[in-house]
Every structure is written in C-alpha cells, then in structure tokens.
C-alpha cells in the first residue's frame, strides 16, 4: 500500500522543538458525540460602563481609566510577575531547586471600542496597536531578558473579558517555549549557515500546500509539524530579528495582514474565532543589541475549534502521556483557511 499523507497516521518533526507530532488525518472521519461547547450570543455592546477596561471606567484596584480614544496600556491590577520579588534560598539539592521571577505584567487594550477586532477595524487604527506594540517592546526589552506579547481572544480560551486587549509579560528569566526555540534555532544556523526559519520559509513557499495567506512583507501558513488543528504561523518576507527592527513597509503590512488574515479565521466558522497567539523574536535586555542572525521574528496562532464553532481539541490523555497529535493534516487545514474571503462576513 502506497503512503498518503492525507490518510494513514505519520509522525512530522518539530525542528523548533525537537520533538514529533502524530497525525492521524484518518481520525477526523469519525463521529463526534463529545463536549459541544457554548457560543456567546449576546452582541457586544460598543461601551460598557461595568467593563474595567473601557474608557472612563473603574477598574478592580480602584483607578479611573482616562478617556482613550486609541491605545491604552496599565500595569496589570493582578500581575503574573513583579519586579521586587524576593530571591528565594539557594538549594544544593538537585531536586528541589528555585530561582527569581521578577518582572512586570501590562494590559494594552487595541481600541475604545469593545465591540471591534482587527477583523472590523480600521487599518489607521490596527496600525497605531503596532506602533504601540514597538514601544512597549523597546521599552521593556531594555530592562528585561524577555518580552511576551500575546493574546487570548474568546470565551473558549480563557479570556474574561471581550474588550480588544492583549498582555505583555516581561521577564528577567528565559521562558520554557523561547528558551527550547533559541536552542533549537542556534544549533540549525552553526550546522547549515542558514536561520531556520527562513529557510523553512523559502521551501513553504515553493511548495504551496500549506500557504494560507500573503502580501508584500508577511506569510502565513500552517506549520507542516502544526499540533492544534487551524494552528498558524505568521513569517516576515525579509530576515528580521526583533519587533523592534520591524520597518515602515513591514508594520504597514502587518495591520493588512492583521485585518486580512483574522477575517479568514472568523470566516472559517461563522464565529469570533479564539485563539491564543504571540509573538517570538531573539531575546532582549543585555542581548538587545546583540545580533542574533539564527533568530527569525514571528507569531504563533493556536486556536482551539476542530470541527465547528462549538467543538474544540482537547488536549487528553496521549498528548499528556505520550506526545501531540492532530486529527486534521495540516494540509486540509491550510486549504480550508486559504479558501476563505478576507473580508469578515456578517450576518
């Protein structure tokens, strides 16, 4: 019997992890009698005078926002992370070892606005969140070893508020997930002279098949080791280390690619599509200047919906005990997201 990618279970390996995903496309034939889960309903109102992160609202520790009328960005009211953290003691038992996790932890909301997303907003508009993007980064990289800006967007991945905002944790330490890429990275350029991203970026694009979206300056495909089902990853054209080496043309780009690529993700299943997504770059505060030519920026998407707006991937038992696996070939996937409009449809 002949291998077809598309039906029988294969392994494909992670070179940002060093580790293999098992994809069994055949799996996603089979009929669904799991957990249906539930669609907000309800329309987000424009302004809501209960939500901490409108304009002019009182948010938890008792401070009044002003009145933005673009972005607005506070040290979160419960931060993960605080820069005055006592050390912990030092143990010389291998087993029971702790280290410092000091940093700081801000809110960035995009818009006044709590029923807009990059789908429905303006491109003016998405453009000053990049702007913004840049100087919380410059900023906090100079102090900081790590700067994480991510996003949860939708009930579904844990996000308690429908405002348009994201989060930017910053570091003193090196991160699990950063920290495996920037090994990974470093040991693919010392053996092939090339970053690895790039390069993976050049071969997607000569084959096509996992291609979902691109422009002038920015692609988006679904990784060929991709776990989550519609998982994404967002490449630059042109070899950039950091957020903060992004040029005019590339943040210019990027809110199209925001705006166009996001539409698609909410077209797929009639819904606001959830997700979780972040951005990686080399790592900053005394290395900010450093040149890190194995590093590529780029964001990762991992939205949870596998076969409609209400049923999603759990993460179970095998990939918990075993290792990742994925019941759509990330082939299928990047076809059924490349076919849809880049408008946003309402209805």
């Not at 089979?30 to 309903?41: H, L, S, Y």
Request: hydrophobic share 35%.
């Amino acid at each position: 019997m002949a291998f077809n990618p598309a039906d029988h279970p294969h392994n494909r390996y992670n070179p940002l992890r060093g580790e293999w995903v098992l994809v069994c496309p055949h799996r996603g034939k089979r009929p669904w009698a799991g957990q249906i889960e539930k669609v907000r309903e309800a329309a987000i109102p424009r302004h809501d005078p209960k939500n901490p992160l409108c304009p002019g609202n009182v948010r938890a520790n008792g401070e009044v926002n002003p009145h933005y009328v673009h972005t607005h960005v506070f040290t979160n009211d419960f931060p993960a992370l605080m820069p005055d953290t006592p050390a912990p003691p030092e143990s010389d038992d291998p087993l029971f070892q702790m280290q410092p996790a000091r940093g700081t932890c801000k809110v960035m909301c995009y818009h006044p606005h709590s029923d807009l997303h990059y789908a429905n907003m303006e491109l003016s508009d998405i453009h000053l969140v990049i702007e913004e993007w840049l100087r919380q980064y410059q900023e906090l990289g100079r102090k900081f070893l790590w700067v994480q800006i991510m996003e949860n967007r939708g009930d579904m991945m844990g996000c308690s508020n429908p405002h348009p905002h994201c989060q930017i944790w910053s570091s003193e330490f090196f991160p699990n997930e950063p920290r495996i890429k920037h090994e990974n990275l470093k040991a693919y350029h010392e053996k092939y002279k090339k970053p690895l991203l790039q390069d993976y970026l050049e071969k997607e694009l000569n084959r096509g098949e996992r291609i979902v979206y691109q422009n002038k300056e920015w692609v988006v495909l679904v990784p060929f080791w991709a776990f989550w089902p519609f998982e994404t990853m967002v490449l630059p054209r042109r070899q950039t280390q950091r957020m903060s080496d992004l040029d005019e043309e590339q943040k210019k780009h990027l809110a199209v690619m925001l705006k166009e690529f996001t539409s698609k993700y909410d077209n797929l299943f009639d819904c606001a599509f959830p997700y979780s997504m972040g951005f990686h770059g080399a790592p900053t505060g005394e290395q900010f200047e450093v040149d890190m030519p194995f590093w590529t920026l780029h964001a990762v998407y991992y939205p949870p919906l596998l076969r409609s707006a209400t049923v999603k991937k759990f993460k179970a038992a095998y990939e918990l005990l075993a290792q990742d696996q994925r019941d759509i070939s990330p082939e299928l996937a990047a076809l059924r997201l490349r076919e849809q409009p880049t408008t946003r449809i309402t209805k």
